[in-house]
């Protein structure tokens, strides 16, 4: 089982539900796949990145299969979103709230445990964004398509500001959750920023029209 603050653990788990939601989602608008195939790639947008993290780390088994939690969330978000997804098309802004929240929180328990095991500050800082991105990065691999996180609105960058200020607060001595809280509002709120604002990420010179 984790071990994570009740609030911040809270947070992750509603992560891992919504990424695995928007996860199932984008397989049921982009791709022709049965249930089998939209529940599959839910989960892995919601536990991929965390998996690559631990991993990388040399924490096996990872997180993911050491608390039954996390897969349970996971598959309820994929089969959710396989049995309602005409409906949960018009529910597109709390889907990304709560996706919002996921990110922040996952980027910034990466960085924190990367850091646990001994990485320095730009490695923990791109596990933590890892964390973030990495599922659903693998997920649209799988589809054929380019990864979302390289193309659209603000994501990536909420992630690496998130986990930046992770290793940041952490190197100046401060710990717990009141510092944790501060990192995710930090991505929160950039990422929504995104959002609402349709910012993006720059691009070269005619790249974009």
């Known amino acids: 089982m984790t071990t994570e603050p009740p609030l911040l653990l809270a947070l992750d788990f509603t992560g891992t539900f919504a990424f695995a939601l928007n996860g199932a989602l984008t397989a049921v608008r982009a791709a022709r796949l049965d249930i089998v195939g939209v529940v599959a790639l839910g ?3 919601a536990l991929g990145g965390g998996i690559l993290r631990d991993v990388l780390i040399d ?3 990872p997180a993911a299969f050491r608390d039954w939690r996390y897969l349970a969330l996971a598959l309820g978000g994929g089969l959710v979103a396989f049995a309602l997804s005409q409906w949960l098309d018009r529910l597109e802004m709390p889907i990304n709230v709560l996706d919002a929240i996921g990110l922040s929180t996952f980027a ?3 960085a924190s445990k990367a850091l646990g095991a001994g990485l320095g500050i730009g490695p923990a800082i791109i596990l933590g964004a890892i964390t973030g991105v990495g599922g659903g990065t693998i997920r649209d691999t799988l589809i054929r398509r380019i990864p ?3 193309q659209s609105d603000l994501y990536a960058i909420p992630a690496l500001l998130g986990a930046a200020v992770t290793v940041g607060t952490i190197h100046a001595g401060v710990h717990g959750l009141p510092a944790a809280l501060v990192a995710v509002a930090t991505c929160f709120t950039v990422r929504m920023l995104g959002v ?3 910012l993006q990420a720059p691009s070269p010179p005619g790249g974009r029209h």
């Open 59 to 61: 924490s096996v088994p």
């Open 108 to 110: 910034v328990i990466g």
């Open 196 to 198: 609402h604002f349709g």
């Open 43 to 45: 989960m892995i947008t």
């Open 148 to 150: 979302s996180v390289l």
